[in-house]
T-cell receptor
Framework: EAGVAQSPRYKIIEKRQSVAFWCNPI?????LYWYQQILGQGPKLLIQ????????DSQLPKDRFSAERLKGVDSTLKIQPAKLEDSAVYLC?????????????FGPGTRLTVT | RKEVEQDPGPFNVPEGATVAFNCTYS??????FFWYRQDCRKEPKLLMS???SGNEDGRFTAQLNRASQYISLLIRDSKLSDSATYLC??????????FGSGTRLLVRP
């Protein structure tokens, strides 16, 4: 079974530039999550989708971050404009559904460096 | 106060040693508890669930003390391959996972 796919794996941008990340979850998984993991910290949930609807975006900095999952399958996360403090690994995860959120399968992540 | 607190370590132990990690959580309404493992520069993976009665999976034993809001993970007979960061995870009433910052384990030959 194919895992969660993410691209790109690495990205270096200058502050105030824009960047977008892509995620394709495990086939059949209804729930998709985006996390931000800063070095030395655990993953922090940014946004959670159930199919193509947003379940929780309470920790998403909406002035600069946006995400969508238009067809209920793959998803994109965008940052515009980026700040130095956005340097982190952005992890996408999926689970069968909301009730199975304890067992999330993570992608390899996108390592973002903002200079 | 952080919602989930862990000792960052590192815990540096020889092969064959027994090592224990602890974790505390602040929200008494938390629903369920887990340990995830994260290898260096890799993604987190579910290691095991934590039940009030305690549970064991091979060399790993997890325990929960709801009264003290405390979770533990015990690893017996440590292997080199156990070297990783162990993330304590709490699921809240809305099924959101809240991750601790992790405890780093280094097992030396």
């Amino acid at each position: 079974e194919a895992g969660v796919a993410q691209s790109p794996r690495y990205k270096i941008i200058e502050k105030r530039q824009s960047v977008a990340f892509w995620c394709n979850p495990i086939s059949g998984h209804a729930t998709l999550y985006w996390y931000q993991q800063i070095l030395g910290q655990g993953p922090k949930l940014l946004i959670q989708f159930q199919n193509n609807g947003v379940v929780d975006d309470s920790q998403l900095p909406k002035d600069r971050f946006s995400a969508e999952r238009l067809k209920g399958v793959d998803s994109t996360l965008k940052i515009q404009p980026a700040k130095l403090e956005d340097s982190a690994v952005y992890l996408c995860a999926s689970s069968l559904d909301w009730g199975n959120s304890y067992e999330q399968y993570f992608g390899p992540g996108t390592r973002l460096t903002v200079t | 106060r952080k919602e989930v607190e862990q000792d960052p370590g590192p815990f540096n132990v020889p092969e064959g040693a027994t090592v224990a990690f602890n974790c505390t959580y602040s929200n008494s309404a938390s629903q369920s508890f887990f340990w995830y493992r994260q290898d260096c520069r890799k993604e987190p993976k579910l290691l095991m669930s934590v039940y009030s009665s305690g549970n064991e999976d091979g060399r790993f034993t997890a325990q929960l003390n709801r009264a003290s809001q405390y979770i533990s993970l015990l690893i017996r007979d440590s292997k080199l391959s156990d070297s990783a960061t162990y993330l304590c995870v709490v699921r809240d009433s809305s099924y959101k996972l809240i991750f601790g910052s992790g405890t780093r384990l280094l097992v030396r030959p």
